[in-house]
DNA sequence: GGCGAACCGTACCGTACGGTACTGTTATTG
DNA sequence: CAATAACAGTACCGTACGGTACGGTTCGCC
């Protein structure tokens, strides 16, 4: 395994991303079994020496299949107005519905498989790149509406970490991993706003002020 | 994929056991890619024919491999002493701290990155198969646990799944996706009792009657 | 027009692996 | 002791895949 020798976002040239999405649409398909150098020149219409000179390796394009989809669903900052009660308890919900419809998509799933898939062997930079681009990203956003909330005097918490890690476990506690598993993600997603609700009360009623909840 | 044709653990003879272990350390050491069956055979001493004669196909052999791991973790009932705000705290913290330490182990750690590796592809029996031979079987344990906290009049909740859901996802959180992933599981071992308190105390503070807070 | 770079399509190579067949060896049984 | 079954060890086969090389084509540039 190999990463580029620039990690800084490498930015490829749109013929390159549209080659990456092929390789991404045949992942989601066909599992990493069948997202072989060949399959992918073919349903890029590409030329397989193209593909080795463009990322070198394999593994060079399956990294770049992780930076370039991490970099489409950069996370959006909130708006930093001023929280009440509602609104922070409204902002949270929206949160844990975007972070559960995005670990149920499809390429989600599928670069998780295939980065776990890789983890057992070498230094597994795959998965700490997912992890990094991925949770790490989310994650500011949530760290930002907590600072935000405990700025308010609306949430009262002294690790952000630990209070986020709680957020995070209340809302996805083990349906990612089942997903990871195989089981239909698409027959539960109907219940992720009532999920994200639940989550959300859970998580105000442990670290919400009284002022919160008025 | 084809399973055996009686799901009703087949209970294999102690020389076929034998080559499940080897099996099984050779894919904790090495990953899904260096469990060839030529490996197995080799690290086994048996022959790769026996191999086939005992389990029909490599699928047949990893679905033995996982059947034979969870007959080897079965989960002990917890006695079912009467209940006071302190056994039951201490009950679940040990629950919590066992159900991390299970995650944590480098065989549940390599079938699940194995199941999840096959979840793409066919019906992904390996992941159904792991998830009632395993999270089932713990969950069963806990939702005594909740059932006689809710007899002692310990513990309010409506739906007991619910509260084991959350409870799981208190424990847990995304911790075990990370240990997937490849972050080391053994350097935050030495966490998991402090994580397991607090994980325990956030759910009493949720699901914990006045009676159980004294 | 001539030239070179980029690139597609394909053929090719080496290797690794799943699965099968064969041979020799041990051990059990009548 | 003879016969049979089980099994280890190994050789073998077909295939699939990662990676490379090469001929042909398009496109931009002088």
Not at 23 to 52: F, H, I, M, P
Not at 199 to 214: I, N, T, W
Request: hydrophobic share 40%; proline share 1%; aromatic share 6%.
């Amino acid at each position: 395994m190999q990463l580029a020798a620039h990690p800084h976002q490498p930015d490829y040239s749109p013929r390159q991303n549209d080659v990456l999405d092929s390789a991404l649409r045949l992942l989601v398909d066909g599992g990493e079994k069948a997202l072989t150098t060949a399959g992918v020149a073919r349903a890029a219409n590409c030329s397989k020496e193209s593909l080795y000179k463009w990322f070198g390796d394999r593994d060079g394009l399956l990294s770049a299949m992780i930076g370039f989809q991490a970099s489409k669903v950069r996370t959006f900052d909130d708006t930093a107005e001023t929280l009440t009660a509602e609104t922070l308890q409204e902002h949270l919900v929206l949160f844990a519905r975007d972070l559960l419809e995005v670990l149920a998509g499809d390429v989600s799933l599928a670069l998780n498989r295939l980065a776990i898939g890789q983890a057992s062997r070498d230094g597994s930079k795959l998965g700490s790149m997912l992890q990094e681009r991925g949770r790490r990203q989310i994650g500011k956003r949530a760290g930002a509406l907590l600072e935000a909330g405990r700025y308010a005097g609306l949430l009262v918490f002294e690790d952000r970490d630990d209070a986020y890690d709680t957020l995070y476990g209340l809302i996805v506690s083990d349906l990612h991993l089942r997903m990871l598993l195989g089981e239909d993600s698409g027959r539960m997603a109907k219940d992720f706003g009532r999920r994200a609700e639940k989550a959300v009360s859970a998580f105000l009623r442990l670290y919400g002020s009284e002022k919160s909840s008025a």
